[in-house]
């Protein structure tokens, strides 16, 4: 019996999985048990001899768009609303993903993952399970599965025991509010670059003080939407002291 993270991923590229999830940290995770990965192929539930998945839009235009008699049928077999598990569909339409929600799934059963292709899903399908829908960008994917992928991969390596020494990953971008501070390692002197000298004074206090400022130059300068956040964080918790 699997006792782990459950992750089911409904799709109609099943050979795309494990892909990268094979490999490295999330690899070795699933071979310990940490977590356990199931394809859902969206074509077996298909009604036809053509095993059709797809079909022309209503109205009109460009593209395909997946049925909601066969995406349902898939939701079922694996298992939707019946075990605590999240159903999450990508889509670029979806809510942005943040290191908040990631966190929120290592706490669930699992999740089933709804990958669409060609124009998206039924809405009638998204609406009569009230799916949540994540985006993992701004940017238009040709397919749900690499963001099917990102999400587990940003998941798992928070399970428990999955990143060994950095327990936490309390440190991290976007833990705190803030990007992350930059990091070097030996040689001293490279290209004629030193490491910033605090770092090699020994002093720890200054080191923490150091590296706290450069967070906050960095998320200015690049996330100024974060820095606000942060901000109007900081400036609340002032005002409760
Ligand atoms: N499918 C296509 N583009 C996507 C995106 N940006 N995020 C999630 N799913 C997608």
């Known amino acids: 019996m699997t006792t782990g993270w459950k992750a089911s991923v409904l799709t ?9 999830l094979g490999a490295s940290l999330c690899g070795k995770a699933r071979d310990a048990g940490t977590w356990s990965l199931e394809t859902v192929d969206i074509r077996d539930f298909a009604r036809d001899k053509h095993r059709s998945v797809d079909d022309t839009p209503s109205g009109g235009g460009p593209g395909m768009v997946m049925r909601a ?5 898939s939701l079922e077999a694996a298992g939707a609303g019946q ?9 670029p339409r979806g809510r942005p993903l943040t290191q908040k929600r990631v966190r929120g799934l290592t706490e669930t059963p699992g999740a ?12 009638r399908v998204i609406e009569a399970r009230a799916i949540e829908e994540v985006s993992i960008g701004d940017y238009v994917l040709s397919g749900g599965e690499l963001a099917a992928m990102v999400l587990i991969d940003a998941v798992v390596r928070l399970l428990p025991g999955v990143m060994g020494k950095k327990t936490s990953g309390d440190e991290e971008s976007f833990e705190s509010g803030l990007l992350e501070y930059p990091h070097y390692t030996r040689p001293q002197t490279w290209a004629g670059r030193d490491i ?3 770092l090699v004074s020994g ?37 409760n002291d």
């Open 196 to 198: 910033p000298p605090v």
């Open 112 to 123: 089933i993952l709804l990958c669409g292709r060609f124009e998206g899903v039924d809405q």
């Open 12 to 20: 109609i590229l099943p050979d795309m999985f494990p892909g990268p």
């Open 203 to 239: 002093n720890h206090g200054a080191i923490a003080a150091w590296r706290h400022e450069q967070a906050e130059e960095i998320t200015r300068s690049r996330r100024p939407d974060l820095w606000t956040a942060h901000e109007k964080r900081q400036a609340s918790t002032d005002e």
């Open 83 to 91: 075990d605590g598990r999240p159903v999450i569909y990508l889509s």
């Open 69 to 73: 008699d066969v995406v349902d049928a």
